[in-house]
Nanobody, 115 residues
Framework: QVQVVESGGGLVQAGGSLRLSCAAS????????MAWYRRAPGKQRELVAL???????NYADSVKGRFTISRGNAKNTVYLQMNSLKPEDTATYYC?????????WGQGTQVTVSS
């Protein structure tokens, strides 16, 4: 079994920054990728950023240049540095871990950006 836990959400004013953290634990033998998704009220879940085991990254167009995904020294951790936040970034952010071919999700952390 794999557990995924996010932290770091909160309330911030537009233009501010937040850093989200995610740690996966349990039966981890091969993490192929870790990613951040978000779901805003009334909208579908969308991919925000992804990082592969090889270090390749991919970002949603809406966050390019503002958000940065990175891995910790322990390869089971991932971070999302969010700068220049906008009200439209308000959402619940979920960490996703791909272990072999199975995806695991965290419970989510709320990010609210006030205008």
């Amino acid at each position: 079994q794999v557990q995924v836990v996010e932290s770091g959400g909160g309330l911030v004013q537009a233009g501010g920054s937040l850093r989200l953290s995610c740690a996966a634990s349990g039966s981890i033998f091969s993490i192929n990728a870790m990613a951040w998704y978000r779901r805003a009220p009334g909208k579908q879940r969308e991919l925000v950023a992804l990082i592969t085991s090889g270090g390749s990254t991919n970002y949603a167009d809406s966050v390019k240049g503002r958000f940065t995904i990175s891995r910790g020294n322990a390869k089971n951790t991932v971070y999302l540095q969010m700068n220049s936040l906008k009200p439209e970034d308000t959402a619940t952010y979920y960490c996703n871990t791909l272990v072999a071919v199975v995806q695991y999700w965290g419970q989510g952390t709320q990010v609210t950006v006030s205008s």
